[in-house]
């Protein structure tokens, strides 16, 4: 028999393959001791969410001539999970709500008639596979993917322009009058700006904070601002965010603006609101992905640059060294799916940094463009609400340290490599590699190379031996202790941790070079037995055990 993609004999979720003929022209019939579960043909009915996964047993009966045969094949057909359903159900409520508050009709603003009609047919075929206690994930897939592009279609066929009115030839048209000129306004236009002159940084003292008027979206500095504060960083206030620029882009943003004058040069930072209407393609984009994606507050585009009399004379887009972003929180939000993100041109996504403290959300950024705060949960289809490593691959998943193994997919007990830990610990301390790797297995090309490389350099891979890494071996849960604590020291920056742990019952299997490793990492939190109290140092890490003790890393 014949599985779909992902699936084993001991995780069913799609339609399975039960051949009718064998080697040597034997005929083969099948029967289920639950038809209505999987029938004769193969077809696979899952639980509904909430009911136990089903055990299924398919006999196969071979024939040839006269003589027959039975075998049997057991298996087990996992049950619908809740979070299935969650991204349609919210797909749903959204398109709902989207046509609640659309009119028809010729104006802007309006939608022309006949388009609500299919959204609603839309709605209305989503909420009937939603109800369909038997409906499979892919049928689950498949509506939202129809509901999201009926979706879209539908926001693209808003009026933008009204209706041209040509006037009847026997009216003479009326000679307009002159249109008035506008009122000069600032260089600026309509945006609020804060300036700031040499005095007003000479007064600073301590943590050197500067706020900007209410409203204010752009601020301007003298273009000494590294000398005139000490070389220290500044702080700019704004309503619900704050920029910290260190001195030494404040010192690159002078050194920009050699032979214009001083007096007329000025640094402006810019921290503009963006529309509420982007966040609906990124929010869309995450439930194409089983993402539920929100964004918390308001999305802002940054900029930095040095002007001349108020022309802009060079945008640095680059830093040296990263300025620190700090947001303000309204409301409760989930501290292990939220964070800050920059946002491309095509609404990728990229994760920038997330540590919250006091309501405040922090983090560091190289370049600026469009960021903000979202808070993302991934779902996957094989791993449910109830599964003990769930909290730690969402979190991972929505700080981009882990990925699926397809798009639904997780894979939560296959094993892991070496070359796939090291990439692990890379992404999750932020590591970058600076030079070229030691060892003769790892290609310079290949996928994990620099992954290696930062591990390594970072003093928490050795290698098998000095030329070898073994990247395509899979990690025993031993080297992963070591490992592990390795990158603990170069996280705390100190090894400065407890000698002792859990005594595992299987103690004397753990190879004497991790058994400090493995001790510590069980006193620390950072890595648990397998159950009544056993190690099992020489099983492979699987999936689920990797995103777990990462995760524990990171909260460590």
Same mark, same amino acid.
């Given at each position: 028999?014949?599985? =779909?993609?992902?699936?084993?004999?001991?995780?069913?979720?799609?339609?399975?393959? $039960?051949?009718?003929?064998?080697?040597?022209?034997?005929?083969?019939?099948?029967?289920?001791?639950?038809?209505?579960?999987? @029938?004769?043909?193969?077809?696979?009915?899952? #639980?509904?969410?909430?009911?136990?996964?089903?055990?299924?047993?398919?006999?196969?009966?071979?024939?040839?001539?006269?003589?027959?045969?039975?075998?049997?094949?057991?298996?087990? %057909?996992?049950?619908?999970?809740?979070?299935?359903?969650?991204?349609? /159900?919210?797909?749903?409520?959204?398109?709902? +709500?989207?046509?609640?508050?659309?009119?028809?009709?010729?104006?802007?603003?309006?939608?022309?008639?006949?388009?609500?009609?299919?959204?609603?047919?839309?709605?209305?075929?989503?909420?009937? +596979?939603?109800?369909?206690? +038997?409906?499979?994930?892919?049928?689950?897939?498949?509506?939202?993917?129809?509901?999201?592009? =009926?979706?879209?279609?539908?926001?693209?066929?808003?009026?933008?322009?009204? #209706?041209?009115?040509?006037?009847?030839?026997?009216?003479?048209?009326?000679?307009?009058?002159?249109?008035?000129?506008?009122?000069?306004?600032? =260089?600026?236009?309509?945006?609020?700006?804060?300036?700031?002159?040499?005095?007003?940084?000479?007064?600073?003292?301590?943590?050197? %904070?500067?706020?900007?008027?209410?409203?204010?979206?752009?601020?301007?500095?003298?273009?000494?601002?590294?000398?005139?504060?000490?070389?220290?960083?500044?702080?700019?206030?704004?309503?619900?965010?704050?920029?910290?620029?260190?001195?030494?882009?404040?010192?690159?943003?002078?050194?920009? =603006?050699?032979?214009?004058?001083?007096?007329?040069?000025?640094?402006?930072?810019?921290?503009?609101?963006?529309?509420?209407? /982007?966040?609906?393609?990124?929010?869309?984009?995450? $439930? $194409?992905?089983?993402?539920?994606?929100?964004?918390?507050?308001?999305?802002?585009?940054?900029?930095?640059?040095?002007?001349?009399?108020?022309?802009?004379?060079?945008?640095?887009?680059?830093?040296?060294?990263? $300025?620190?972003?700090?947001?303000?929180?309204?409301?409760?939000?989930?501290?292990?799916?939220?964070?800050?993100?920059?946002?491309?041109?095509?609404?990728?996504l990229q994760y920038a940094g997330g540590k919250i403290e006091n309501n405040v959300i922090t983090a560091q950024v190289r370049h600026f463009s469009t960021y903000a705060v979202l808070e993302i949960n991934k779902r996957f289809n094989d791993v449910s609400e109830s599964n003990w490593?769930? #909290?730690?691959?969402?979190?991972?998943?929505?700080?981009?340290?882990?990925n699926g193994t397809t798009e639904t997919e997780y894979t939560p007990n296959r094993s892991v490599s070496r070359a796939e830990f090291a990439a692990l610990l890379t992404r999750s301390l932020g590591l970058q590699s600076t030079g070229s790797n030691p060892f003769n297995d790892v290609?310079?090309? +290949?996928?994990?190379?620099?992954?290696?490389?930062?591990?390594?350099?970072?003093?928490? %891979?050795?290698?098998?031996?000095?030329?070898?890494?073994?990247?395509?071996?899979?990690?025993?849960?031993?080297?992963?202790? %070591?490992?592990?604590? /390795?990158?603990?020291?170069?996280? @705390?920056?100190?090894?400065?941790?407890?000698?002792?742990?859990?005594?595992?019952?299987?103690?004397?299997?753990?190879?004497?070079?991790?058994q400090d490793a493995v001790s510590q990492a069980s006193a620390l939190g950072l890595l648990k037995g397998k159950g009544a109290n056993v190690f099992m140092p020489q099983t492979s890490l699987t999936r689920a055990e990797a995103a777990q003790i990462v995760y524990a890393l990171l909260?460590?």
């Open positions: 028999m014949g599985y =779909a993609e992902g699936d084993d004999a001991a995780l069913v979720t799609d339609n399975v393959t $039960l051949p009718t003929t064998a080697a040597g022209d034997v005929a083969v019939s099948w029967s289920s001791d639950k038809p209505e579960v999987i @029938s004769a043909a193969g077809a696979v009915v899952r #639980p509904a969410a909430g009911e136990p996964d089903a055990a299924v047993v398919l006999t196969a009966t071979l024939t040839k001539g006269e003589a027959t045969d039975k075998k049997t094949f057991a298996v087990v %057909v996992k049950s619908m999970t809740i979070e299935d359903r969650t991204a349609l /159900r919210q797909a749903i409520d959204a398109a709902q +709500a989207l046509l609640d508050g659309a009119v028809e009709g010729a104006n802007p603003g309006q939608y022309p008639a006949g388009s609500k009609a299919a959204l609603q047919a839309a709605v209305a075929a989503a909420e009937a +596979a939603y109800g369909n206690s +038997a409906a499979t994930a892919q049928q689950l897939d498949d509506a939202l993917a129809s509901l999201a592009s =009926a979706a879209d279609a539908f926001k693209k066929a808003v009026i933008t322009q009204g #209706p041209v009115i040509v006037p009847d030839p026997a009216t003479p048209t009326p000679t307009p009058t002159q249109t008035p000129k506008p009122t000069p306004t600032p =260089a600026d236009g309509n945006k609020v700006v804060t300036t700031f002159n040499d005095e007003d940084l000479k007064r600073l003292s301590g943590d050197l %904070v500067l706020s900007a008027a209410k409203d204010a979206t752009r601020v301007l500095l003298p273009i000494r601002a590294a000398d005139l504060t000490g070389n220290k960083p500044i702080r700019i206030q704004f309503n619900a965010i704050s920029i910290e620029l260190p001195a030494e882009v404040l010192s690159e943003a002078q050194s920009s =603006a050699a032979g214009q004058p001083t007096d007329k040069t000025r640094i402006a930072l810019e921290a503009a609101p963006v529309s509420q209407a /982007r966040a609906e393609p990124i929010q869309n984009a995450g $439930l $194409l992905n089983r993402a539920a994606v929100q964004v918390v507050g308001q999305m802002y585009e940054f900029s930095l640059s040095v002007t001349t009399e108020g022309n802009e004379a060079k945008k640095i887009s680059e830093f040296a060294k990263p $300025l620190t972003l700090r947001f303000a929180l309204e409301g409760a939000v989930n501290p292990d799916l939220t964070g800050v993100y920059f946002i491309g041109g095509q609404n990728e490593a769930s #909290p730690a691959i969402k979190s991972l998943a929505a700080k981009q340290i882990v290609k310079s090309d +290949a996928w994990y190379a620099d992954a290696v490389t930062a591990v390594y350099e970072a003093g928490i %891979v050795t290698g098998r031996d000095p030329q070898t890494f073994e990247p395509a071996k899979t990690i025993t849960r031993q080297e992963a202790a %070591v490992m592990l604590m /390795r990158a603990y020291a170069f996280q @705390s920056g100190s090894r400065d941790v407890p000698a002792a742990g859990t005594v595992f019952s299987d103690q004397a299997n753990i190879s004497a070079w991790a909260n460590s």
